[in-house]
C-alpha cells in the first residue's frame, strides 16, 4: 500500500510540475525563453529558475525543504548572472512556526565546510536570490491553469477544459522531454500557437484526466458535429509500433479490416473513391507478411510501391472506379474498384508526409498522441490511447462515415 501511495504521489508531483511549468510559460514575456528541465525543472531565461515540489504529506520547514535549498544554492554558486532561484512547493501540512533563512541556514551549516561553502554565502544567497513560493492544492492549481489559458486564448471554459488544457499539458510533456536543451526552450507566443489549435479535436491527456468513456463520447460528438470523418474527407489512421508489435500478423490484419469495413457500402465496396489510410511503424517483413494476409481476405490496397521504390503520385491517386448500373443506366455508386484500402509503413509514408494530398482528419492510436513527422497544417488530429480501444474508434468511424 505504502509503494502504491508513494506512485499515485509521484504522479500527481509530476502532473503538478506540468501546471506549473504551463503557468511559467504563459506569465513570461513575449521575448522570453523558457527552458523545461533545465538547470532547474523550469528556467525562465534571465529572470529566474525554479525547482518544482508537490509535498503533501509535509509541512514547510527546514528538513522538508533543506535539499532543494542546497541544491539551488550550488547551481546559484555556479551560475552567479542568474538572479534569482525559486522553490515552487506545495505543502499538505501546517507548520508550527513560520519558515526563515536562519532555519534554514541551521539545517544546512554542517555540511557547507566539506563543500567549500561558508554560512555567509549561503545567508547572502538566501537573502538576495532565494526565494520561496507555496502552491496551491493540486485542484485548486490546476483551476488557476485554466483561468490563465482562458485569458491567453480569450476562449470559453468548455474549450479549456476539452482542447486547451490537454493540449497544454501535452506540449509541456513533449518540450519536458526532448532530448536536447534547444528542444526544451520555447516562448509564450510558440507554446500558445501550439495550445491553439482548434482542429486537434482531442488528445492522449483528455482521456488520462477524463477517461477513455468520457473521451470517447467528446471525440464521437465533436466527429459528428464537425463531420471530419465523414466518406468525402481524406482520413487517415496511424498506429504507434508499441500498439502492434505484440498482436500476431492476423490479428492485426483482422482489426485493420474492421476499421477499413467502415467505408464499404457493403463487403469491398466503397462508399467514396477516399478510402482509408492506414500507417503502420511496423519492420518490412512484417509488413509484407501483413499485405500478403489482407489479400488472401480479398482486400485490395494501394502502397504506392514501396516494396519496390515509392511513387507519392500513385499513392495518391484516388481508385479507379466502375460504377454500378441499374436498368442499363449508370448510378453514383461504386461497384469495382481497382483497390479499397490504403497500406503504407511509417518510414516510407514520413518523409513524403508534407508533398501527399493533405488529409483531413488523422487519427493516431497510441504513442501518446505524437508522430514521427509533424501533422499536415489544416489536418483535424484525434488520439486512441491504447489498440484495445478500437471497438470505439471503429463505432465512432461508423458513425462518421455513414451515408448523409
Known amino acids: 500500500m505504502a509503494r502504491q501511495r508513494s506512485a499515485h ?67 546559484a554558486q555556479a551560475n552567479p548572472h542568474v538572479p534569482m532561484y525559486t522553490l515552487y512547493a506545495h505543502f499538505g501540512q501546517q507548520a508550527a512556526e513560520p519558515l526563515t533563512i536562519d532555519m534554514i541556514a541551521d539545517a ?35 483551476r488557476n491553469v485554466h483561468h490563465a489559458i482562458k485569458r491567453a486564448l480569450n476562449s470559453t471554459a468548455i474549450e479549456v477544459e476539452t482542447c486547451f488544457y490537454p493540449r497544454a499539458l501535452s506540449e509541456a510533456f513533449r518540450l519536458a522531454t526532448q532530448p536536447n536543451t534547444t528542444d526544451r526552450t520555447t516562448s509564450r507566443p510558440a507554446f500558445l500557437a501550439m495550445v491553439n489549435r482548434r482542429e486537434v479535436l482531442f488528445g492522449a491527456m483528455l482521456a488520462r484526466l477524463r477517461g477513455i468513456n468520457a473521451y470517447i463520447e467528446h471525440v464521437t460528438d465533436e466527429a459528428d458535429k464537425l463531420g471530419v470523418l465523414a466518406s468525402t474527407r481524406w482520413v487517415i ?24 469495413a467502415c467505408r464499404f457500402r457493403e463487403q469491398h465496396h466503397l462508399r467514396s473513391t477516399l478510402p482509408l489510410t492506414i500507417v503502420l511503424s511496423e519492420p518490412k517483413d512484417r509488413m509484407l507478411e ?69 488529409p483531413h482528419t488523422l487519427v493516431i492510436v497510441g504513442n501518446n498522441g505524437t508522430l514521427p513527422y509533424t501533422p499536415a497544417v489544416g489536418a483535424h488530429v484525434l488520439h486512441i490511447d491504447d489498440i484495445s480501444d478500437i471497438a470505439s474508434l471503429v463505432g465512432i468511424l461508423k458513425r462518421g462515415l455513414r451515408d448523409a
Open 290 to 358: 501483413l499485405k500478403c494476409e489482407a489479400l488472401r481476405r480479398g482486400l485490395t490496397f494501394n502502397d504506392g510501391h514501396e516494396d519496390l521504390r515509392f511513387t507519392a503520385t500513385l499513392f495518391d491517386a484516388p481508385p479507379v472506379i466502375e460504377r454500378r448500373r441499374v436498368n442499363r443506366r449508370l448510378t453514383d455508386v461504386i461497384g469495382r474498384a481497382s483497390y479499397c484500402l490504403r497500406l503504407v509503413r511509417s518510414d516510407t509514408f514520413a518523409p513524403h508526409a508534407q508533398t501527399l494530398h493533405t
Open 108 to 142: 544546512l551549516e554542517p555540511g557547507l565546510a566539506a563543500e567549500g561553502f561558508t554560512r555567509a554565502s549561503l545567508l547572502t544567497f538566501l537573502s538576495t536570490r532565494y526565494r520561496l513560493v507555496t502552491g496551491e492544492q493540486i485542484d485548486e492549481h490546476t
Open 237 to 260: 489512421v496511424h498506429f504507434a509500433l508499441s500498439q502492434t508489435s505484440l498482436l500476431a500478423v492476423p490479428d492485426l490484419c483482422t482489426r485493420i479490416q474492421a476499421l477499413s
Open 9 to 75: 504521489d509521484s504522479l500527481r508531483g509530476y502532473k503538478y510540475q506540468l501546471d506549473a511549468s504551463v503557468l511559467a510559460i504563459l506569465g513570461a514575456e513575449t521575448g522570453e525563453a523558457v527552458t523545461l528541465e533545465g538547470i532547474e525543472d523550469i528556467d525562465r531565461e534571465g529572470v529566474e529558475h525554479i525547482q518544482c515540489k508537490y509535498l503533501e504529506s509535509k509541512a514547510p520547514w527546514p528538513s522538508a525543504v533543506k535539499d532543494a535549498v542546497m541544491e539551488l544554492f550550488r547551481h
